[in-house]
């Protein structure tokens, strides 16, 4: 067994894409599923791997067709109830092999939206890794609504590598990198080896990109790319069926996109849910003398807000920003934003607390 502490080794999220998982003809590619195992498998020596592995719907779409189900959506998330256990199978059997055992967790936006379950999964990660056990998180697609869904695995891979705090996201993909054009339809298209900031022209190369076999694009990879990156975390996007990628890609040789991550945020572990975009149920505008006083460690007063967007609630999350849309802060709201409206149409703003400086992060 590996001596060194399992809590002190840098932390990897692998993403895979239902495509990578796939042969041509549409069926699950074994020889690819176990080269990433192998892989993840060296890597864990000296890092702590967690799986975000699509391909369930996929999975289940291999045992035949269905009967009598007139829905799409229901239809699909009965290939994900069938094709969920079987690519659990697969995985758990490679990985064992290898002396590894695995745990599945499925999960949806609602899990790092509230409070509760963004520890209670945080906690159940740690204890996990802590026994050097290798994580495979997809999402519950069996479960999940439009609501709470995250669409793609890209998202829920950035969401993933935000909450454990990881060195790097690697998202496999069927093309290696991100271009100027998608290089499957277009020969001009350039290979782009390194980003530092995302921006409305990067956006605009990829806005018409959507996955065959799986529901996420270019246009999810750079979303995803750009929530890591801001928090904290590297990413990489190279193509899944190279040789040894996922080795090369920990060691910035594989030929890929490279995201440059922002200087890590050292957030408060108390705080750390909040900055989870799903959760967050309203937006307030501040005025200057407002946003003066919460950068001097001041609560937020009724006085300093211009505009309130959202039907949030107390203790909902809220996002405080100035009147040029610069984000200042995440907070807990004192108050629901109806009994805010009361209070402004009845003239009584003076003294009155919206976000309470011990329930206030700045940004």
Wanted: positive net charge.
């Amino acid at each position: 067994m590996d001596t060194q502490k399992t809590q002190q080794k840098p932390r990897i999220i692998v993403k895979v894409g239902t495509n990578v998982l796939l042969q041509e003809k549409g069926v699950l590619d074994y020889n690819t599923i176990f080269d990433i195992v192998s892989q993840i498998v060296a890597l864990s020596k000296q890092y702590s791997v967690i799986l975000v592995s699509s391909g369930a719907v996929s999975a289940g779409k291999e045992t035949g067709k269905l009967q009598g189900i007139q829905d799409p959506i229901v239809e699909k998330q009965v290939f994900a109830s069938i094709g969920q256990s079987r690519l659990m199978d697969i995985y758990a059997r490679f990985f064992e092999q290898q002396g590894k055992r695995v745990a599945q967790l499925l999960l949806t936006k609602d899990d790092f939206g509230r409070k509760e379950t963004f520890y209670n999964t945080l906690n159940t990660l740690e204890g996990i890794i802590e026994n050097q056990i290798i994580p495979i998180i997809n999402e519950n697609d069996a479960l999940s609504l439009s609501g709470t869904s995250f669409g793609d695995n890209d998202q829920l891979a950035a969401f993933t590598a935000i909450m454990v705090q990881a060195e790097k996201l690697i998202l496999l993909s069927t093309i290696s990198g991100f271009f100027t054009a998608d290089p499957l339809h277009n020969k001009d298209a350039k290979h782009i080896p390194l980003v530092e900031k995302i921006t409305a022209e990067l956006r605009s190369m990829c806005e018409d990109s959507l996955s065959s076999g799986g529901t996420g694009g270019m246009f999810s990879k750079l979303k995803a790319a750009e929530m890591a990156m801001s928090n904290g975390v590297e990413v990489v996007l190279t193509k899944g069926k190279e040789e040894n990628i996922l080795i090369q890609a920990v060691q910035n040789k594989a030929k890929g996109t490279y995201f440059k991550a922002v200087q890590k945020n050292k957030t408060d572990y108390k705080v750390k849910w909040m900055h989870m975009p799903p959760i967050i149920k309203g937006t307030i505008t501040i005025d200057k003398g407002a946003v003066k006083a919460l950068q001097t460690n001041n609560s937020l007063l009724l006085v300093g807000i211009l505009k309130m967007q959202g039907n949030f609630e107390k203790k909902d999350v809220i996002l405080i920003q100035t009147e040029d849309k610069i984000k200042i802060a995440t907070a807990l709201a004192n108050y629901a934003r109806a009994e805010l409206n009361d209070f402004i149409h009845n003239k009584a703003k003076q003294g009155i607390i919206v976000v309470h400086v011990n329930h206030l992060y700045l940004l």
